[in-house]
């Protein structure tokens, strides 16, 4: 054997970790908080994914849903697949496998001394949520500071409490809309019907914004279109993209969109980066 | 430059013995009447050195079709490597070099896929020169004449064959004290049959096209019809994907022991034509139907990697065209019906 191959690892070999909490948010919506004592996801940066292995069932990815990463990693999973069912089974004191972090995030240092605008939809709150305590853990960094949170029934929304908290600072602004009221109220200030789009022409956002979007694959044309519509250039407007990264690490070939792994050179990209690939932010199905 | 030999076709078992010194020599054997597949060989009589392509290509030695990564056992976490014994791949033609370059630069790239670079650094690639059949059109990809990726390269010139090295492991092996008897250096008559080869070959397609323009042509032409012709036309079967020397595409699955304790981590060849390669979570599919598929195929082909490595990723071997049961992945008729001139459908809009 050559002596040079013994240094090369394994990348698939994930790191343990124990699930030191559950916490249900939504329907099929939970809150995982997950310990790590190796310390190797501790420079997860907000937007950026692991993978989550559910031994003798599979990984999938999953984003950072927080913004400060220390001796736990907090994972918003939703209840979709065979693998997040299997995870649902679990309870505290289980272990899974972790791997990551992974990806390029958000460019938090091309936001800083900027005025910043966080759109999510659905459970793309999830890695926004890292983007928004990011930024408030920075909060002298950043101008002024928007956030749109957009679900379909009111009964969806995600970090209830932590938004309620959130309502009541004066330095950041927040939308929050359903499409449909089902069951509890949304927090009384920022309740309102409508979907992300509405929240977007109500919000004061000027030209110098960055915007920083996740959401479903539908969500994007219209989020673009009404961004436009403010008359914010696209070389501020960053979208994390969706799609099954299996690998993480630009191998497995599931997540290509265009001419890139979107494992490796998203799941953010600016969207001048992507605005002419096929299928990256259009859906083959023509459905948005 | 480094030094040039001519090993007479009478001496091929004496060379062939010398690379078995090596490791175990693998080789184009038929194993039909019309195909061919890489295996472990004992004697030449064996080699079917007029082998074109074979079933699949020999990508299979170092990314096999299923392999374990990791493994876990009663809550460890635990590596697997193999520990991969020296192979001499004899027998690999230009499209297959190119091929297996290819998939180097994926794997290597960081983090290296350990599994296959172990693999690949235990191997010796020994080239063949071959003459083009009607399916061959490496030309137009530009991977027929092999510079590079090889360790050995023999050209064919009738009553021997003229040999290359490339790497240092190919050029010791040439000038080591074990070519002694078995290796001549190259007279200028050796020198001169050489050059007439690769003149003659150059000659040889009988197929192809321009490939400059390639990757204009790919992203004007997404919206060319031919594409919704052939897409109904595909099966799915995803036969197109483990013959091509570079499709690396895989899926992860685990294997779970009876008990639940234990288990294994395996990775699968996976194709891009199966329909739920590109879903996500929601059932969501970014390429539901076969026109969008196949049409995805196409394009990393032609197009894909010119962003990220800065090359194609096709290597015109021909193995998905004689492999596809629809007869819709002819690579070079696609290409020609996309570069071709619209003039005429233009000249009806205007009227």
């Not at chain 1, 972090?101 to 939809?121: D, I, S, T, W």
Request: charged fraction near 25%; charge should be negative.
């Amino acid at each position: 054997m050559q002596p040079e191959n013994i240094a090369l690892k394994t990348p698939y070999l994930p790191v343990k970790g124990t699930i030191r909490s559950i916490q249900p948010m939504a329907a099929d919506n939970y809150l995982f908080d997950i310990t790590e004592s190796t310390g190797s996801l501790a420079s997860c940066k907000p937007g950026q994914f692991v993978e989550l292995w559910v031994p003798g069932v599979g990984e999938c990815p999953i984003s950072v849903c927080s913004g400060r990463v220390g001796e736990s990693i907090q994972l918003m999973v939703r209840r979709a697949g065979r693998v997040t069912s299997a995870l649902f089974q679990l309870e505290e004191g289980d272990w899974v496998g972790l791997r990551g972090p992974y990806g390029q995030g958000f460019p938090m240092h091309e936001f800083k001394g900027r005025n910043l605008c966080m759109v999510a939809g659905g459970l793309g709150v999830a890695p926004i949520r890292s983007v928004w305590q990011y930024a408030l853990d920075h909060r002298e960094d950043f101008g002024k500071l928007i956030l749109i949170y957009g679900m379909r029934h009111t009964t969806d929304i995600l970090f209830r409490q932590e938004l309620k908290f959130l309502l009541r600072r004066r330095d950041i602004d927040i939308f929050i809309g359903a499409e449909e009221v089902m069951g509890p109220e949304l927090p009384p200030i920022a309740a309102q019907l409508g979907r992300v789009t509405d929240m977007l022409r109500l919000a004061d956002i000027s030209p110098d914004y960055c915007v920083a979007v996740c959401g479903p694959p539908v969500m994007y044309k219209y989020v673009i279109e009404g961004l436009k519509k403010k008359g914010v250039p696209d070389a501020q407007i960053w979208l994390s993209l969706e799609r099954h990264m299996k690998c993480g690490i630009g191998k497995c070939g599931h997540c290509f969109i265009g001419g890139k792994f979107n494992c490796k050179a998203g799941p953010v990209f600016a969207l001048p980066e992507i605005k002419h690939a096929p299928e990256a932010i259009e859906c083959a199905n023509g459905e948005y | 430059m480094q030094p040039v030999y001519f090993l007479p076709k009478e001496n091929f078992p004496a060379f062939l013995e010398a690379l078995k010194g090596l490791g175990s020599v693998y080789a184009p054997v038929k194993v039909s009447k019309q195909s061919y597949s890489f295996k472990a060989v004992e004697k030449a009589s064996e080699i079917a050195f007029e082998a074109l392509r074979t079933i699949l290509p020999p990508k299979k030695f170092f990314y096999p079709p299923s392999e374990t990564l990791i493994s876990y056992d009663d809550g460890r976490i635990l590596e697997y490597q193999e520990e991969p014994e020296f192979k001499v791949i004899f027998g690999v033609h230009p499209c297959d070099l190119a091929g297996l370059g290819i998939m180097d630069t994926i794997f290597e790239d960081g983090p290296a896929d350990s599994h296959y670079v172990r693999r690949r650094r235990m191997s010796m690639l020994v080239g063949l020169s071959c003459m083009p059949d009607k399916h061959c059109f490496c030309q137009s990809m530009g991977t027929d004449c092999p510079e590079k990726g090889y360790d050995i390269f023999l050209t064919d010139i009738e009553d021997g064959y003229f040999l290359q090295s490339q790497s240092t492991m190919g050029g010791a092996f040439l000038d080591g004290s074990g070519m002694t008897g078995i290796l001549e250096r190259a007279r200028e008559a050796h020198k001169d049959r050489y050059k007439e080869f690769w003149i003659r070959r150059k000659d040889a397609f009988s197929i192809g096209f321009a490939p400059d323009n390639l990757r204009a042509t790919m992203d004007m032409e997404w919206d060319n019809p031919v594409w919704e012709e052939l897409g109904n036309r595909c099966l799915s079967c995803g036969n197109c994907t483990p013959v091509c020397p570079t499709c690396y595409c895989f899926d992860l699955v685990d294997v779970a022991s009876l008990s639940g304790d234990s288990g294994e981590r395996r990775r699968e060849w996976d194709s891009c034509q199966f329909t739920g390669f590109a879903q996500v979570a929601g059932d969501f599919n970014f390429r539901p139907g076969p026109v969008d598929r196949l049409k995805f195929w196409y394009r990393h082909k032609l197009h894909g990697f010119d962003d990220a490595y800065g090359f194609k990723t096709c290597v015109g071997c021909g193995r998905c065209t004689v492999s596809c049961p629809s007869g819709i992945d002819d690579i070079v008729a696609v290409v020609n019906i996309l570069q071709s001139s619209k003039k005429a459908e233009n000249k009806s809009d205007a009227t």
